[in-house]
């Protein structure tokens, strides 16, 4: 039926004696609007069936069908079908039924929406004249949405508070999804005609807001959190944007890890589901990691784990692990996780060393454990490629330092090398026994007192680093490169016995020319004390070890700030003496019982005329000193580390001048093509815009060459060994620093020509 002839129809009805009520049925939202606007005049009455209706529920039937049929006046009913709606389509055919053979007071007209298909099935013929249905192209009903009052509004979508307010959106506008705040339930409303769905939790508001968010499982966030997120989306905010404004890019979530760990747990689980959305692009570890868990609490546990997903023969094993490292250091390595880690890694067997770092004290002392059980009969240069990733400065404790003695070079490559895989291997044992009787440290080296003579002491100021021998100078010089320092380091003898009492006085040399002494004693603490677990008797691997390398790191971080503060020029670090591990590992008493008991662990014990002196013992100052790793029967076990003896690694002292390295030096190659014949030995010379002492250099990574000092900061470099015609690499040390490296020469075998003019 057109509109026109709806109207005359309506008004027809209104003017009759009809005691039957009128049901009128539109299509949309413009076909209602207009019949009501053109009826709401004179003495008519619009009821709305929401009028009925108690807070938050459904209007009673009964009721809103009580009203109309009592009415005085003529009126319009709207609302009512679609409420009818909720409670499925036999309720609609019911109550339709119903109304049509009501008995009213006056004229009623029941404006229906979209129950044509309803209508038209009234087949009764004499109730057709009781029934109009308005032409018009149906409006699509709108998809519900249940949500709880509890939860913040959302930022999109159209709101409507309470369900019986929800008729007058549906009649009257045309939104596709209506969002209820409303205690009602999706179940409540098996029947209902209308798509309906429950949003009771923070989840599906943010799912909602947010397509990519419905991809998260709702289980990886409790409702708390799924509120926070919830709440910071209320101001129209995507996921994107939300991301972009806490953690700087979501395509680089990994830029904003420094940041972590001072976030807050709800912050730290949102950086979560960011990066379960958009993962890390830039840091496959982190990817990884996030990806591989479902909780947020567990991600620093993932990445711990991560690593052990990885072969160490991977082409990506070396990239991931650093990228791990890195992770962890800006994640402060929570403890609980460490401990749990170290246990896992174990399943790693013989290849568990990989996948540690030096992060913690933890992993380093599992380190040091491992390379006790495994890497016994692997080779120091082994050990010391693999530490150069895991543990650097521990690999840097075993490089070798030239001393230009070959017994030195020797002795000392390997007592680290023993030292570190804890075990007295048969070679040293024989060199230290053969070193018992010759001592020939007596030949080869100056007493320190003459050597502390010689040294410019103006403008310094004196570490004196009690107990700490030259195993540490190759880390020494490791650690002073890292912080543009220098070293000159001087190697003398310490008096016997090597105790503090007998080897201090170049204490007062420095303090009679006015100099600050600092005086360092936690290396000899800790050697004699075996605190922190340090103790032999307790803990058999060397784990002190990281404490020495850590002490001796801050005293070269202090005197690098004393010289940049201007309190000194230069900084001397001079040891009494050293000591010894190997002596401890080694436990030998041996069978000659001095009168006087023995001191500082049986390595020395004064001297008595009853004595019988032992092949290995050697007397000075009216002391026994042994010589070897044994101890004066009597004398008691060592806690961590001893001195008193005569070993090389007790007795030889190192005196280290220390000052801030020019950031100007140049050095460069004079002749970059050089010929060599039989009679021709390879040469260059070299500049330095800057004195240098003791130059040396080495070629391709292996052989050493002095270079001779000769006028205006030129040195001549003499390198006999190098007969081949090719490019050679090049790198220049004083004192052992590393100064430049990656210079080139070539070397080309002399013409005839060339030997003609010859």
């Known amino acids: 039926m057109k509109f026109d002839a709806c109207i005359k129809k309506i008004t027809k009805y209104l003017a009759s004696e009809n005691a039957q009520p009128l049901l009128v049925n539109v299509q949309n939202s413009e076909a209602l ?17 929401s009028e009925f209706c108690n807070k938050d529920e459904l ?3 009964e009721t809103v069908l009580n009203e109309i049929a009592t009415e005085k006046k003529n009126c319009f009913l709207v609302g009512l079908t679609s409420f009818m709606r909720f409670l499925g389509e036999e309720e609609i055919k019911k109550q339709l039924t119903n109304i049509i053979n009501m008995t009213i007071t006056s004229h009623v007209v029941v404006v229906t929406y979209q129950c044509e298909k309803h209508l038209t099935g009234i087949s009764d013929p004499r109730l057709s004249r009781s029934i109009c249905l308005l032409d018009g192209e149906a409006d699509e009903l709108p998809e519900l949405v249940f949500m709880s009052k509890e939860l913040p509004n959302p930022s999109t979508g159209c709101i409507v508070i309470g369900i019986e307010s929800v008729v007058e959106k549906i009649e009257k506008t045309t939104e596709n999804k209506l969002i209820i705040k409303t205690n009602k339930r999706k179940s409540m409303y098996p029947k209902s005609t209308y798509s309906i769905s429950d949003m009771s939790k923070a989840y599906d508001i943010v799912a909602e807001r947010d397509s990519m968010l419905s991809l998260i499982d709702e289980n990886m ?3 708390s959190q799924w509120d926070y997120l919830a709440s910071i989306m209320s101001g129209k905010k995507s996921f994107v944007e939300i991301c972009d404004n806490e953690f700087g890019n979501h395509q680089s979530l990994e830029i904003a890890i420094p940041n972590y760990k001072n976030y807050s747990e709800q912050k730290k689980w949102l950086y979560f589901i960011a990066l379960k959305v958009f993962g890390a692009k830039n840091n496959d570890c982190l990817a990884f990691s996030a990806q591989n868990t479902n909780t947020h609490s567990l991600l620093i546990r993932e990445v711990f784990r991560s690593i052990l997903t990885k072969n160490v023969e991977d082409k990506d094993f070396a990239q991931f692990y650093l990228q791990r490292k890195l992770l962890l250091i800006a994640l402060d390595n929570p403890i609980d996780d460490v401990v749990n880690f170290c246990k896992m890694v174990l399943q790693k067997e013989k290849n568990a060393i990989y996948y540690l770092t030096d992060n913690t004290r933890q992993e380093k002392e599992l380190i040091l454990t491992l390379l006790e059980k495994y890497y016994q009969n692997t080779s120091k240069k082994e050990i010391e490629k693999i530490l150069s990733v895991v543990y650097p400065d521990l690999s840097s404790y075993l490089h070798e330092y030239r001393y230009n003695l070959p017994l030195l070079d020797d002795y000392f490559s ?3 090398h023993c030292k570190v895989i804890n075990k007295v291997l048969p070679h040293m044992e024989e060199l230290v026994n053969q070193q018992a009787t010759l001592r020939e440290y007596n030949l080869l080296l100056q007493p320190r007192t003459s050597k502390i003579d010689e ?5 310094s100021q004196l570490y004196f680093m009690d107990a700490m021998g030259v195993e540490y100078l190759p880390y020494i010089l490791a650690k002073c490169k890292e912080k543009d320092l220098i070293a000159n380091i001087n190697v003398c003898c310490a008096n016997l016995p090597t105790i503090t009492s007998k080897n201090k006085e170049f204490i007062s040399d420095f303090e009679s020319q006015g100099i600050v002494v600092n005086s360092i004693k936690e290396l000899d603490e800790i050697k004699h004390h075996g605190t922190n677990d340090y103790d032999y008797r307790q803990r058999k691997q060397p784990i002190h070890l990281i404490r020495e390398l850590e002490i001796i790191d801050n005293v070269l971080d202090n005197i690098k700030l004393k010289i940049g503060q201007g309190q ?8 009494d003496h050293g000591a010894s ?19 500082h662990s049986g390595r020395c014990c004064p001297k008595t005329e009853a004595d019988v002196q032992s092949e290995f013992a050697t007397e000075e100052d009216g002391f026994w000193v042994l010589a070897n790793y044994d101890r004066f029967k009597g004398g008691r076990k060592a806690n961590v580390e001893v001195h008193g003896g005569a070993t090389l690694e007790e007795v030889v002292v190192p005196i280290i001048e220390i000052y801030i390295l020019a950031d100007d030096i140049e050095v460069s190659i004079i002749e970059k093509i050089i010929t060599v014949s039989f009679r021709k030995k390879a040469a260059i010379r070299l500049f330095s815009n800057t004195k240098l002492q003791n130059v040396t250099v080495q070629v391709d990574g292996g ?30 040390f004083a004192s052992n620093n590393l100064i430049v490296s990656g210079l080139s020469f070539e070397i080309k075998k002399e013409s005839s020509q060339e030997k003609d003019l010859l």
């Open 33 to 49: 609007d207009n019949v009501l606007t053109h009826f709401n005049v004179g003495e008519n009455v619009v009821i709305n069936a």
């Open 59 to 61: 209007p009673r039937i």
């Open 221 to 223: 966030g409790i409702e």
């Open 414 to 416: 390997m007592y680290t």
């Open 455 to 459: 040294i410019d002491k103006v403008g």
């Open 568 to 575: 000194c020029e230069k900084a001397f670090m001079v040891s």
């Open 581 to 599: 591990r190997l002596a401890v590992l080694h436990e030998t008493e041996n069978i000659w019982e001095m009168k006087s008991k023995g001191e």
């Open 703 to 732: 052989d050493f060459y002095e270079a001779k000092e000769q006028d205006n900061n030129m040195y001549l470099v003499e390198m006999p060994k190098l007969k081949k015609a090719k490019r050679y690499n090049l790198d220049v």
